[in-house]
């Protein structure tokens, strides 16, 4: 009874290699901004800034839904007991269609920035600053990406068992260890691309 769940646990160690990965994003962003800060200071104006903190708000209320169908999937309630409009009667499975929706929404401004960011000059091979800010954020988007993959796999989990069990709820918990994690990671990356520009 006391010993951890091991599907947390190599998640947990799974997750410390993606935060090892990403720290040498950050690495490589730091370097090359030091080497050519020239780049940030022709660059960095063109970022939406604005829209950048709506996008990223988008992306951590949907941690808040993550987090709402985790307590619902831990106390065994898969999906909703009552009619549709009645939120409290809602399981996991509608909180991480919500979810799903709002990292839908985030990838969709994700895809927007890139359209504009193109059009204004900058892309992965213009120089240095469009190498290392579509590497970043194109990897926490794919990131993202998986994300939603894995969230299609837990809601579709729910239409395929009677029972909703105790090992069927450690999958939402480890999945949403996965969406806290890149949110954070975000958080980190908004924060260094488009306020310490």
């Known amino acids: 009874m006391t010993r951890p769940n091991m599907v947390s646990v190599g998640t947990i160690v799974w997750l410390s290699s993606e935060l090892m990965f990403f720290a040498g994003l ?3 962003y730091f370097t090359i901004r030091q080497v050519r800060p020239d780049l940030w200071a022709e660059h960095t104006p063109t ?3 604005p829209f950048a903190a709506a996008n990223t708000t988008v992306l951590v209320i949907s941690s808040v839904w993550c987090q709402l169908g985790v307590y619902k999937a831990e106390h065994g309630q898969a999906a909703r007991t009552g009619s549709f409009f009645n939120v409290g009667s809602w399981g996991m499975r509608e909180w991480y269609v919500l979810t799903y929706i709002f990292g839908a929404l985030f990838i969709g401004g994700q895809v927007y920035e890139y359209a504009h ?3 204004d000059g900058i892309t992965l091979s213009s120089d240095g600053y469009g190498s ?3 590497l970043t954020t194109g990897f926490h988007g794919m990131h993202v990406t998986g994300g939603l993959i894995a969230f299609l796999l837990i809601i579709g989990r729910t239409f395929t068992t009677r029972h909703y069990s105790h090992a ?4 939402a918990v480890v999945t949403s260890y996965y969406w806290h994690f890149v949110d954070v990671v975000w958080i ?3 924060a260094t691309i488009y306020l310490l520009k």
């Not at 069927?168 to 999958?171: E, K, P």
Request: no cysteine; glycine share 6%.
């Open 132 to 134: 290392v800010f579509y």
């Open 188 to 190: 980190a990356l908004f």
């Open 26 to 28: 950050f690495a490589m």
């Open 47 to 49: 970022l939406n800034v």
């Open 168 to 171: 069927q709820a450690t999958g």
């Open 117 to 119: 960011l193109v059009h």
